[in-house]
């Protein structure tokens, strides 16, 4: 089998970028090792920056996201017992969106079926070969058939942290990376929400979140140890711990449910040293991750792959490869200034197990700050909704 840009990874990177190529009018081909309802039911981030809005319309994949999503205009900082809601349209003139992540793989997917676009699932990558060379690189993978190769001109990985386009570009200095010293208990709940906007709680107890996938779905998360057991936590426990960290703005609890799905996320932090060899390049979680604090995973991912899709735009429409050249650069200063952001967010709202009392207060100090001053607010709400597409 033959094709332009041979893709590993049907998440949202390897399938938006399938689609912006289709658009550019550049063949690809898109495999994936899960099959095509694992992908679909991926619980996982659910915030769309408008320029990834921008990036889904693009793609043809935006009619249930726009008739579907809900747009938020700002977010709230609570604290202290008190609520602090953060403007976001007010200081920056842009909002988000709140859409299920698994539900917008179930557009991308279907968007590429009805183009005739290639998607092949339970198909898993065995070899990566011939990305450093002037002849066709090669995609090896085996499906039902057997093992089959798939020749292309470049190899994007889109196939996660543990994927091997990661392991196939190799690594000539350690990564750059932080574990935190907790994680996140997640929870789907067949609730209303409990608030019309997403809720970030600071409390001595640990971090909460409080947000919601749909009128009757809300996600929630709560700060845990490290090594803390999804067993541990009977459904009556899980709401009492996220209703002592969340203070509610009218006195009323959280709105309370069936949970439908735990599960305990890491905190950590990654950034490749570098995302392209020869024709070989990264995008998404294979060339970092964020911690989850200021949802910037998918929207990170989101803007890899438009770097891509116009680079490889102007490689074939135009002959030039200087975009090319220049991915890592571009998509570097972005994935860093999402990091810091992420990091920094993360570092203000959770209670980190080794923190002074003096350290507390410095925390304390920081919130205070960011709800009474416009510019600190500003700072926050710019890199919240993310900063324009033509940034960096």
Same mark, same amino acid.
């Given at each position: 089998m033959r094709t332009s840009v041979g893709i590993i990874g049907a998440g949202p990177a390897g399938l938006l970028l399938a689609q912006l190529l289709q658009q550019h009018g550049i063949d690809s081909v898109v495999l994936e090792a899960r099959g095509r309802a694992e992908v679909e039911s991926t619980v996982r981030a659910g915030v769309l920056e408008p320029g990834t809005v921008e990036l889904l319309t693009a793609a043809g994949a935006d009619a249930r996201l726009r008739s579907q999503g809900s747009e938020h205009r700002g977010i709230t900082l609570a604290f202290d017992g008190k609520h602090h809601r953060i403007d976001l349209y007010a200081l920056t003139g842009r909002a988000i969106t709140i859409y299920p992540q698994h539900e917008l793989l179930k557009d991308l997917i279907a968007a590429r079926l009805a183009a005739g676009g290639r998607l092949a699932f339970d198909s898993p990558v065995t070899a990566l070969e011939g990305f450093d060379g002037s002849g066709p690189a090669q995609i090896r993978y085996r499906d039902a058939h057997g093992e089959r190769v798939l020749e292309c001109d470049f190899i994007v990985g889109c196939d996660g942290f543990h994927g091997i386009a990661r392991q196939a570009l190799g690594e000539r200095d350690p990564p750059w990376q932080r574990q935190y010293p907790f994680a996140w208990f997640g929870i789907l709940s067949a609730s209303p929400p409990s608030a019309a906007e997403l809720i970030y709680a600071s409390h001595e107890r640990g971090f909460a979140l409080v947000s919601t996938r749909s009128p009757t779905l809300q996600r929630l998360y709560f700060q845990c140890a490290q090594d803390d057991s999804v067993d541990a936590w009977p459904d009556a426990r899980i709401w009492d711990e996220l209703q002592a960290r969340v203070p509610t703005a009218d006195g009323a609890g959280l709105e309370r449910g069936e949970i439908l799905h735990k599960n305990i996320v890491t905190m950590r932090s990654f950034v490749a040293r570098r995302l392209q060899r020869g024709r070989l390049f990264l995008a998404g979680d294979a060339a970092h991750i964020v911690p989850p604090t200021g949802a910037k995973g998918l929207n990170l991912a989101a803007a890899d792959v438009s770097l891509l899709?116009?680079?490889? @735009? !102007? &490689?074939? @429409?135009?002959? =030039?490869?200087? !975009?090319?050249?220049?991915? =890592?650069?571009?998509?570097?200063? @972005?994935?860093? $200034?999402?990091? &810091? %952001? =992420?990091? $920094?967010?993360?570092?203000?709202? &959770?209670? %980190?197990?080794?923190?002074?009392?003096?350290?507390?207060?410095?925390? $304390?100090?920081?919130?205070?700050?960011?709800? =009474?001053? $416009?510019?600190a607010a500003t700072c926050l709400a710019e890199n919240y909704v993310g900063m324009p597409r033509d940034w960096g």
């Open positions: 899709a116009s680079a490889l @735009r !102007a &490689h074939y @429409r135009e002959g =030039s490869d200087e !975009a090319l050249r220049g991915y =890592s650069r571009c998509a570097l200063r @972005r994935i860093w $200034r999402a990091e &810091h %952001f =992420s990091w $920094r967010l993360t570092s203000l709202l &959770h209670a %980190f197990p080794d923190a002074s009392p003096f350290e507390r207060e410095m925390q $304390r100090a920081e919130l205070d700050y960011l709800v =009474s001053s $416009r510019a």
